[in-house]
């Protein structure tokens, strides 16, 4: 029984990562480009060594989380990561937030290792990675240097900025397209 309730557990993971890649993929702004690709002109592209790679694409981004909205309670974050992706590897998540003060809540990033844990906020199992000032001026910067899907949230309030505020968004970076874009 254990045996089958796992592997519908995998298969219905499995069926949700494959249709958010999906998606990502379809939202990606470089897919038209990938679609018009003309298989005659292989050779020049990827045979022929002295051809010239557009270095925009291999650059990583700095991105603020939030956009203008910035790390704060209310503002609803997975919406936000999936109008702003896709998002690639080494690229840089900015987490800007206030300073704690007697108008504004504290807030922190933390990192959750588990889907099941992301959903239910449940910061026991998540890991700090910034704190209430490490947000204020520049920003807490995160780099996507691995190949997973990343899940945030705040955590303050054991988890209530997450579950009522929206404070909280899965992404799963992406390889850069190897293609140049269209001119």
């Known amino acids: 029984m254990a045996s ?6 995998f298969l219905t993971l499995f069926v949700i990562v494959t249709t958010s890649m999906f998606t990502v993929t379809m939202a ?3 897919w038209p480009s990938f679609a018009n690709f003309n298989y005659t002109d292989w050779w020049s592209r990827f045979g022929n060594h002295n051809y010239q790679i557009n270095k925009t694409q291999e650059e990583s981004n700095n991105i603020i989380v939030g956009g203008s909205q910035n790390w704060h309670f209310g503002y609803n974050y997975s919406d936000w990561a999936i109008k702003n992706g896709p998002f690639y590897l080494n690229d840089t998540l900015v987490f800007k937030y206030d300073a704690p003060n007697a108008t504004s809540f504290p807030h922190s990033v933390y990192m959750y290792s588990s ?5 239910k906020c449940d ?6 990675i ?3 000032t490490q ?3 520049e920003g807490f910067k995160f780099v996507l240097n691995k190949w997973k899907p990343y899940y945030f949230s705040c955590g303050e309030k054991n988890g209530l900025h997450c579950n009522i505020g929206q404070m909280k968004f899965a992404i799963m970076p992406m390889f850069r397209p190897f293609w140049p ?3």
């Open 135 to 137: 947000g204020v001026g």
């Open 115 to 119: 889907w099941k844990s992301f959903m």
């Open 181 to 183: 874009s269209s001119p």
């Open 130 to 132: 910034a704190n209430h």
């Open 123 to 128: 910061v026991k199992k998540a890991k700090m």
């Open 28 to 30: 990606n702004k470089d």
């Open 4 to 9: 089958t309730i796992n592997s519908v557990h």
